[in-house]
C-alpha cells in the first residue's frame, strides 16, 4: 500500500488528519520542491502550489524538477509530479497577498526569498506561517534550526527580515527555520544537502504541528 509505512508511524485517524490538512506552499525551488515532496508522499496532498518561476540550467544542482525541464514552468512541472495539487504560475507580492483567499488554509509555508513580501506575509497570517530564512552558502544541515526569529544570527537574509519587521512595528512571537552555520563564502553557492534539509525540515514541522492539534 502507498501510504502503509505512514500509517504504521503516525496510526490510520492521524492519517485521516493529514488529508484532510490544508496546505499554502509559497516558493517550489531548492527548499519549497523537497517541503512538497516530503508532504505529498506523506499523504498530505492537498496543497495549493504558487511560484512565478521558470528553470533554468542553475537550477538543477538543487531543485526538484529541473532535470530535463529547463525553460518549463516550474509550477507546472510540480502539478506534473504530484497530480492533486493546485498550482498558481504569480509572482508573489504585497499586492497578491492583499487580494488572495488564505482563510481556508491550515498552514502557509513560505519559502519566499523576497523580503517585501515575506515580511508582509508574516505580518499579516504569522499565526499561520511556516517560514525559513535561505539555504544558500552553508554545508551542514545539523545547523538548521526552528526558533524565535528574534533569537537567530548568522543570516543575512533573516536579519533583514527581523529588522524589516521590527520597523514596522511587528513584536509577536514567531518562529524560523534557519541556519546558524556561518556561510563559508561571498557569492551565492548551493548544496542540495543543506537547501533539501530546509525543505525537509519545514515538512517535518508542519507534522508535529499537525501531531500537536491532535493531543488537544
Known amino acids: 500500500m502507498k501510504y502503509n509505512r505512514t500509517k504504521l508511524l503516525f496510526g490510520e485517524e492521524t492519517f485521516l488528519k493529514f488529508q484532510n490538512t490544508k496546505i499554502l506552499l509559497l516558493g517550489v525551488g531548492g527548499i519549497g520542491s523537497f517541503a512538497l515532496d516530503a508532504l505529498y508522499n506523506t ?5 495549493t502550489i504558487v511560484d512565478f518561476d521558470t528553470y533554468e540550467e542553475s537550477n538543477q544542482n538543487r ?6 525541464n529547463i525553460g518549463r514552468v516550474k509550477v507546472d512541472v510540480m502539478k506534473e509530479r504530484y497530480p492533486n495539487v493546485t498550482a498558481i504560475n504569480t509572482k508573489i507580492t504585497k499586492e497578491w497577498i492583499d ?7 491550515d498552514y502557509i509555508l513560505d519559502a519566499i526569498d523576497d523580503i ?13 506561517i511556516i517560514s525559513t530564512g535561505g539555504g544558500a552558502k552553508r554545508v551542514d ?16 537574509f ?13 513584536k509577536k512571537k ?21 537547501t533539501a534539509s530546509f525543505g525537509l525540515m519545514m515538512a517535518s514541522v508542519t507534522v508535529q504541528k499537525i501531531l500537536k492539534k491532535l493531543e488537544k
Open 43 to 47: 499523504g498530505i496532498t492537498n496543497i
Open 63 to 68: 531543485q526538484l524538477g529541473s532535470h530535463g
Open 99 to 105: 487580494n488572495f483567499d488564505f482563510s481556508s488554509f
Open 116 to 128: 517585501e513580501a515575506k515580511v508582509h506575509l508574516i505580518k499579516k497570517h504569522f499565526t499561520k
Open 141 to 156: 544541515p545539523s545547523k538548521i534550526v526552528y526558533t524565535s526569529i528574534w533569537d537567530t544570527y548568522n543570516d543575512k
Open 158 to 170: 533573516i536579519r533583514k527580515v527581523r529588522e524589516e519587521l521590527k520597523k514596522q512595528g511587528f
Open 174 to 194: 514567531f518562529k524560523v527555520i534557519y541556519s546558524t552555520e556561518v556561510p563559508i563564502n561571498a557569492t551565492m553557492g548551493s548544496f542540495e544537502g543543506v
